[in-house]
């Protein structure tokens, strides 16, 4: 099915997608960052935004390291990014697509042993591209561990044979600058940065390595965490990367939902599947195009709302496949009628908003924005 | 982004899905629902599984009555059934839409008095495809209410030059058959039906007019909510239909998730984000390439589950966006390496078995699953 849908009479919802948001963001990381540089993270079609849109606009911007989280998602990426421009593959090589990575000119981060002897078995190609060397500093999901590191260290794996362009480990708790785990994760990357330094960045070849520890929240984390190179994602597309701070990053998209009916309904009429709402009061309603296939969490019941005219209106029942209620009873009946629209997303009511709503974070609204939308996209680059 | 990948060496994860599962389904559902007709739908792209896929093999095994929730989803699945099978748009005609549904042989379901109003003013064209009508029996979501609809029998709507194909309403609480809400939908559907039928279905035209009110799980609420014609969706995918009983139907799905990394952890080691899981015991993970942007609920931390050569393997730390950690100590290590799969979904650990784990409805597991699977259909009619 075709992703992007042109007609907004038969739309049911409308995404508004907004690039020259997303590039003042990442121009504010940068700055924050500089003089480190800093990529974009553009993995899981950047964060459900459209990869395709996104990241040649922040490549216009002058973005020149792109993050993906699989080979799939860099092949995609790769006609659209002219070299210089560099794309690496976060999960790195699976068992028989290395070569798959130098066809397409996609550094890989080797995470673990057999990624590193695979790689280096075609390291020596003159068409491989340089690699990344992913250290685990406490997350325990990608990366080498201590004693693969060491191992690695001593030549046992092959590791000479490789052209490095970078250093990277990845923090767990970076939104929560006091939590002890950040300091400790920092200490271990300094630690094996140096060591890394000692043996694999002599050559000339390696010289331009990068060392790159912090993602959105890391940036925030202050100067010591920046290195040479910064890998925001997240705070990209709008999520505050310091929860408990406001918010410097600017909303990327608008979500609005088309109604599809609005009915009168009395007290005691049961509303949804499940009847599992009761109307306290005599009132109104409006049935929304917008439910739980189009991402719009099932998790939202009963804590959800839209907008109308900038005034809240609440969820009510069950979000269903294709369909939300919301109670519409204190508004002005002139605006709630058959395709106008509600807003369920925007500036004011963010990602972290819905999300705190829903029960998740403000990545997973984003990641599951759903294809039933009509996009639209805003901005310079589109 | 292309929603089939071919490629399995670079997959990080796999999602099988059998058509033949579906037909099986859809002729168990058929069974128990004749002398009715059995419909299916395939709204939502089939509840994720593919409409493109799951239709044509559908009506190959004789359905010859599709549902679909927008005019988008039915313009898109028009060209892939010949006529005479016949497609319903559950949404009805969002305003200035109604052409859109006469040029592309769509049924509009109409919801409103306002749908109708627009229906009526294209119904006299000679290509106008006949209508339903959706009587609200206490969901209160879509559907005419009782007084619109008591206005609409006094012909104050232009419901006289609709053709119609269909009365229908939509039951709240099918799925707990001791709810006092069926008998009390089903008995305004009939008062209704009596109603319509005295009003709309005297000419000839009007007379293959098909009434419908069971779902799902309303098939199994027995012979007097079949009516003329049963709507299954859910039951199709392998959602049981009664969740008080043993599940009837076939897993339509199989999802398996490659590891791509393995490594050994002491007691104490934080792992992934928050740090929100130590390591009780010193033990073996596995990463595995699948996370809440393919749809694997972050709300399945930390209850969700992986099985390997048939055994359960606990998820441990929360999923993050591409990948999710998996506590293998308990596997044997020659089952556990980089590229080899874990199944997330099967015939025993069904999209039901995970909605409960994640806090949801396995009707929301099927619509979430992501697009970053590579998709193989199996079945005679793939």
Known sequence: MSLIFETPARAGAVLEIDLDAIVRNWRLLARRAAPAACAAVVKADAYGLGAAKVAPALAKAGCRFFFVATLDEG?????LLAEPVEIAVLNGPLPGSAEEFAAHRLLPVLNDPGQIEDWARI??????????????????????????????????RGGNAILWRGFMSHLACAEDPRHPQNALQRCRFLDGLRRFGAVCTGSDASRDSLASLAASSGIFLGRDYHFDLVRPGAALYGVNPQPQHPNPMR????????????????RGQAVGYGAAHLMAHQGRLATVAVGYADGWPRSMSPRGLAKIGGKRVPLIGRVSMDLTIFDVSAIDPALVRPGAFVDLLDEEYGVDQAAADAGTIGYEILTALGRRYHRVYHGEAS
């Open 75 to 79: 092949i995609l990426l790769r006609p």
């Open 251 to 266: 909303q990327a998209v608008r979500l609005r939902g088309k109604i599809v009916q609005v009915r009168e309904v009395d």
């Open 123 to 156: 390291a020596s190609c003159e068409a491989a591209p340089p690699a990344l060397l992913h250290l685990d500093t406490g997350m325990a999901r990608l990366g080498l561990c201590e004693p693969e590191f060491a191992s690695f260290l001593e030549g046992g």
